[in-house]
């Protein structure tokens, strides 16, 4: 039960009998949302609906607010509304509506916040996308755990969802990548070797080279570089994407696509079929640039060039396409490749990327718009970049990837729940300190713990209610059986509030393509919980295990229940275990 859009459907409802003028306008009905009003002494909804259609109707919002609020006060659900400010609606409900939201956490269990605002909508989220040079470093983290949520959470919010990973196999560096393990591969068969500055020097190129030597045996040794190249081009890409994946299971991330950017290149590839169909289109033209203000970009070259009318759709300026050395820029493989995606069918396409990539946004914004005639999206979300800290102090780790902090260093020190909850308890695109030495604390300093020990503190206070009541039923038919008008105190009110807001929270966040919501949300709803099971301490009339009255202590147990449940299935979506005991 989501009481916030049970609302938003009556307050529509509302408008339509009030003002029948408005009832095919499903477009200006769109805009009212009903929320938690910004002062709980409020109430527990408020909608700006009076607000939203006084200009169509050409009536002052207070006016329209009243005639709402009389409509409403016949509502049986509905103790008191009130008309606020320039024409905020503020209701308080009855207890009756919060006793059957926790009723519908117990009958859905596992779907109950489950949505369906996707409506089946085919989305591609692209998420991680590194260079196949190396294991995974500490800076692509962030982006493999928030794009990996961002999916959990648009599937579970109803949309159709493809996990994608862009495999940049076509570029300069997977040659450089290739000469490093050929530097390797020498070394394996007994000469002694000197990596060039340049090279990939990390150890972990070590067993790729004596890989080399099972496979080719000797027999690429002092052959020239075009003869050795695109074997141990082949064999060292497929042996670090291997390691890529190894290192992305450590987290719990599985792709469903690895797309080839070498795919798209060569005669009759993606690449050419896109600038074909561009000019068809007329959104290619031969013109020279207006030298840039400020720093010169790279691919800025004040010469007679293909360019791509990009500010046609939004962007600053427009796009070269092709090299002064006639090869294409990697913005015709960006192009072609997000063309790929939209005749793949979907119609919103997300990109993950790191901070370095800020200025990407506008661009494959209108290459997107292009491509599909407007009739997809894309969303480029950015991710900050990680300070990793111990104690507040800069950390100093080993660095099996040469230069870099690895992601199994980190997993491997503080774990995969650790990892994901405090990469995902902070926006995406703001900085983010993870502390190694905070996130093992057990303390209520450290989110996930905090989110974690309430979940399991439920568990708890189940063995206790079997210690103290051993004759009591608690059995999921004997919870839903319970007399949940005995939860009357303004604490338990309170955390049922908070339950029914799950719901509205996911839908919000699939909306918004911001799972960190969600973390926000488990963070406060395990602070409510452990607010409550802490005054239990001091007054034992609000324990959850009352051994004098069982039928209060049912009632609560089915409060228990429902944190339970609702942590559980908030933490699954965020890729982080529920555990039932904590050591």
């Given at each position: 039960?989501?009481?916030?859009?049970l609302f938003e459907g009556r307050?529509?409802?509302?408008?339509?009998?009030?003002?029948?003028?408005?009832?095919?306008?499903?477009?200006?009905?769109?805009?009212?949302?009903?929320?938690?009003?910004?002062?709980?002494?409020?109430?527990?909804?408020?909608?700006?609906?009076?607000?939203?259609?006084?200009?169509?109707?050409?009536?002052?919002?207070?006016?329209?607010?009243?005639?709402l609020a009389g409509y409403f006060?016949?509502?049986?659900?509905?103790?008191?509304?009130?008309?606020?400010?320039?024409?905020?609606?503020?209701?308080?409900?009855?207890?009756?509506?919060?006793?059957?939201?926790?009723?519908?956490?117990?009958?859905?269990?596992?779907?109950?916040?489950?949505?369906?605002?996707?409506?089946?909508?085919?989305?591609?989220?692209?998420?991680?996308?590194?260079?196949?040079?190396?294991?995974?470093?500490?800076?692509?983290?962030?982006?493999?755990?928030?794009?990996?949520?961002?999916?959990?959470?648009?599937?579970?919010?109803?949309?159709?969802?493809?996990?994608?990973?862009?495999?940049?196999?076509?570029?300069?560096?997977?040659?450089?990548?290739?000469?490093?393990?050929?530097?390797?591969?020498?070394?394996?068969?007994?000469?002694?070797?000197?990596?060039?500055?340049?090279?990939?020097?990390?150890?972990?190129?070590?067993?790729?080279?004596?890989?080399?030597?099972?496979?080719?045996?000797?027999?690429?040794?002092?052959?020239?570089?075009?003869?050795?190249?695109?074997?141990?081009?082949?064999?060292?890409?497929?042996?670090?994407?291997?390691?890529?994946?190894?290192?992305?299971?450590?987290?719990?991330?599985e792709h469903d696509v690895f797309?080839?950017?070498?795919?798209?290149?060569?005669?009759?590839?993606?690449?050419?079929?896109?600038?074909?169909?561009?000019?068809?289109?007329?959104?290619?033209?031969?013109?020279?640039?207006?030298?840039?203000?400020?720093?010169?970009?790279?691919?800025?070259?004040?010469?007679?060039?293909?360019?791509?009318?990009?500010?046609?759709?939004?962007?600053?300026?427009?796009?070269?396409?092709?090299?002064?050395?006639?090869?294409?820029?990697?913005?015709?493989?960006?192009?072609?490749?997000?063309?790929?995606?939209?005749?793949?069918?979907?119609?919103?396409?997300?990109?993950?990327?790191?901070?370095?990539?800020?200025?990407?946004?506008?661009?494959?914004?209108?290459?997107?718009?292009?491509?599909?005639?407007?009739?997809?999206?894309?969303?480029?979300?950015?991710?900050?970049?990680?300070?990793?800290?111990?104690?507040?102090?800069?950390?100093?780790?080993?660095?099996?990837?040469?230069?870099?902090?690895?992601?199994?260093?980190?997993?491997?020190?503080?774990?995969?729940?650790?990892?994901?909850?405090?990469?995902?308890?902070?926006?995406?695109?703001?900085?983010?300190?993870?502390?190694?030495?905070?996130?093992?604390?057990?303390?209520?300093?450290?989110?996930?713990?905090?989110?974690?020990?309430?979940?399991?503190?439920?568990?708890?206070?189940?063995?206790?209610?079997?210690?103290?009541?051993?004759?009591?039923?608690?059995?999921?038919?004997?919870?839903?059986?319970?007399?949940?008008?005995?939860?009357?105190?303004?604490?338990?009110?309170?955390?049922?509030?908070?339950?029914?807001?799950?719901?509205?929270?996911?839908?919000?966040?699939?909306?918004?393509?911001?799972?960190?919501?969600?973390?926000?949300?488990?963070?406060?709803?395990?602070?409510?919980?452990?607010?409550?099971?802490?005054?239990?301490?001091?007054?034992?009339?609000?324990?959850?295990?009352?051994?004098?009255?069982?039928?209060?202590?049912?009632?609560?147990?089915?409060?228990?229940?429902?944190?339970?449940?609702?942590?559980?299935?908030?933490?699954?979506?965020?890729?982080?275990?529920?555990?039932?005991?904590?050591?």
């Amino acid at each position: 039960m989501d009481v916030f859009a049970l609302f938003e459907g009556r307050v529509a409802d509302a408008l339509k009998a009030s003002f029948p003028e408005l009832a095919d306008n499903a477009e200006l009905l769109s805009r009212v949302v009903v929320e938690p009003p910004r002062d709980a002494a409020h109430g527990d909804l408020s909608t700006n609906a009076a607000m939203v259609v006084a200009k169509p109707l050409g009536k002052n919002p207070r006016e329209i607010a009243t005639a709402l609020a009389g409509y409403f006060s016949r509502d049986a659900d509905v103790a008191s509304v009130d008309v606020a400010g320039p024409g905020f609606i503020n209701f308080r409900l009855q207890p009756d509506v919060w006793y059957k939201v926790l009723a519908s956490v117990a009958e859905l269990g596992a779907d109950f916040g489950r949505a369906d605002v996707g409506k089946g909508e085919k989305v591609n989220v692209e998420y991680v996308s590194a260079n196949p040079t190396g294991p995974m470093h500490v800076g692509h983290t962030r982006g493999a755990v928030f794009g990996d949520a961002l999916a959990s959470l648009l599937a579970y919010a109803g949309y159709e969802v493809t996990r994608e990973y862009y495999i940049n196999d076509a570029g300069s560096q997977v040659d450089t990548l290739a000469r490093s393990a050929y530097l390797r591969y020498r070394e394996a068969l007994g000469e002694t070797i000197e990596i060039p500055s340049g090279f990939y020097p990390g150890d972990y190129l070590v067993p790729v080279g004596r890989s080399l030597v099972t496979e080719f045996g000797n027999s690429l040794l002092d052959k020239p570089e075009d003869i050795w190249m695109p074997p141990v081009k082949q064999h060292v890409l497929a042996a670090m994407m291997e390691l890529i994946k190894a290192d992305l299971k450590k987290l719990n991330i599985e792709h469903d696509v690895f797309f080839s950017e070498k795919t798209l290149h060569g005669q009759g590839g993606d690449i050419d079929l896109t600038l074909d169909w561009l000019r068809e289109q007329g959104l290619v033209y031969e013109g020279r640039l207006e030298p840039p203000k400020g720093k010169t970009p790279e691919d800025w070259e004040d010469r007679e060039q293909t360019l791509f009318r990009a500010t046609a759709f939004g962007d600053d300026v427009d796009r070269p396409l092709i090299k002064s050395d006639g090869s294409y820029t990697y913005f015709a493989a960006d192009i072609a490749y997000h063309r790929n995606k939209v005749m793949r069918g979907f119609t919103t396409l997300i990109d993950v990327l790191g901070a370095d990539h800020a200025g990407y946004a506008t661009r494959i914004q209108a290459a997107v718009k292009a491509v599909s005639g407007g009739k997809a999206t894309a969303d480029v979300r950015f991710c900050q970049l990680v300070k990793l800290l111990r104690n507040g102090e800069p950390v100093k780790m080993s660095k099996r990837s040469g230069d870099l902090v690895s992601l199994a260093d980190v997993v491997d020190e503080v774990g995969v729940d650790a990892t994901r909850f405090m990469l995902l308890f902070r926006r995406n695109d703001a900085p983010l300190d993870f502390d190694f030495a905070l996130v093992k604390e057990q303390t209520k300093d450290n989110p996930v713990f905090y989110v974690q020990y309430a979940h399991a503190r439920t568990y708890s206070v189940f063995r206790n209610a079997e210690r103290d009541l051993p004759e009591l039923d608690i059995s999921q038919e004997a919870l839903r059986r319970a007399d949940l008008k005995r939860l009357a105190t303004a604490e338990e009110i309170e955390i049922i509030r908070m339950l029914g807001s799950w719901p509205r929270q996911v839908a919000a966040a699939a909306r918004a393509h911001e799972p960190h919501r969600l973390a926000f949300y488990l963070h406060e709803l395990a602070a409510q919980f452990h607010a409550f099971w802490g005054k239990g301490k001091e007054d034992p009339s609000l324990r959850f295990v009352n051994d004098e009255d069982a039928t209060l202590t049912l009632a609560r147990l089915a409060l228990v229940d429902g944190v339970r449940r609702v942590l559980s299935n908030g933490l699954e979506l965020l890729g982080v275990s529920a555990p039932q005991e904590l050591s």
